[in-house]
């Protein structure tokens, strides 16, 4: 029997795929453009659009049974049109494809966000169908309409089944998700805070066991929460803490301050293309505390989940196999420099506020010009950072960008040159380099030196850590 996965190319579809051919079936997974998840297993792709119902029939062919997983994920009410167009007039053009081929059986994966209303249960659970006016926003009121989509496509000849899924994480995680994306800010030191509140989390390998189970045993025609347990912020943070050796934010923000710069959030991920993570609806979905629960699936899928947070060391762990997760040092912070760098900028700014304000003619010039130095000089010293990459060294200082491939680097030796270093301590480490057949060098002073050491020799086997402190270059 073929089994069919859309959306394949995803983090669920990729676990799915895999959970599907170590149970010994003949997976065939439709992808609309990146392959990179399924590479290297033994899996048939085809190509399909899920506005296009001939291309879905043509990837359908000759299948039994149809996981359903392809979708749009966005949580700005800006992509409502587009929400709708793919996930709810995708789904039915899915469910078209699935008669016109004879499929006896189609898997839809929903979300757990098509049953959050506010006024709705406690514990959720799927008791009551929602109000879909009162759904917090487009991606969950698209998900609860495809939901109705395929409940009412169940009849003589096609069997539909809906599970819903709550927050995932895990391996194979290859865009990545945004949770993914969290974990490798967090591991990066990007992450400047917290937020409070929580949400029911899943491992990625129960959820997958649970679809399998809903295909094999869900009755038609109806609905599955496959959540895992509640977990806040706090314990996300003090487990990534613990899986990535990177100390968690200590700054929480109140949830006032979020709200009010969640407002105009949506705004600047429109027009500066980054990639959304947070918005007033999902604040609010933070701020919600309710309990998930997964029941029904338990009593009628033999759905019993692990902890939620199961699947975050596997994925810290998938990350870092990747090289999605690299090392990142910061710089190592001597006093005497630190007072030294404070006094010139406060000079800078103190002296150039008293030159704009009190001076006349040209010395409001040089006020500015001050200002000017000041502000630089912090830009440019605020966040040392040297990061490790597979194939390279990357150092950061403000605006400059150091990109030093790994295998140009012939010694990197202790050194107390002032110059060149972006740098706050004079503990400072001497990287030497060719590029264009010429030899250069730069200062850097890393925290923890010789862990420095050792995680640059680890991704270069030709660099070889000597007893004198010294990396030098054997190949």
Sequence with gaps: MTVVVTGASGHVGANLVRKLLALGESVRATVYRDQTALQGIDVECVSADLLDVDSLAAAFANADLVYHLAGLISILEFDSDRLQQINVEGTR?????????????????????????PDGPDPIDESEPPRPENLGSAYARTKWAATQEVVQAAGPGLETVVVHPTAVVGPFDFKPSLFGQTFIAHAHRRLPGMVPGGFDLVDVGDLVAGMVAAAQKGKSAERYILSGSF???????????????????????????????????????RFSKATPRFTVQSIKMLRDGRQVSSAKAGAELGYHPGPGLGGVQSA???????????????????????MAAVAFLLICLMGGIHQLFAGMGTDKIWGVAALGVGGFYAWLNRSVRYEITADALQVNSGPFRWLIPTAKIWQVRPSRNPIFAPAWSWQRLRVEYILAGKRNFVLISPHDQQAFLRDLAGVDPGLQLDKDGTLNRKD
């Design 93 to 117: 053009n899915v469910i078209k494809a699935c008669r016109q081929c004879g499929v006896k059986r189609l898997v839809y994966t929903s979300s757990i966000e098509a049953l959050m209303w």
């Design 316 to 338: 810290v762990t998938w990350f870092q196999e990747t090289g999605k997760i690299h090392p990142v040092h910061l710089s190592k912070k001597s006093p005497g420099i630190v």
């Design 231 to 269: 977990v806040s912020l706090a314990e996300l943070a003090q487990s990534l803490e613990k899986s990535t050796g990177v100390r968690r934010p200590r700054l929480t923000f109140p949830f006032w301050l979020i709200l009010l710069v969640a407002r105009v959030t949506p705004w600047f991920y």
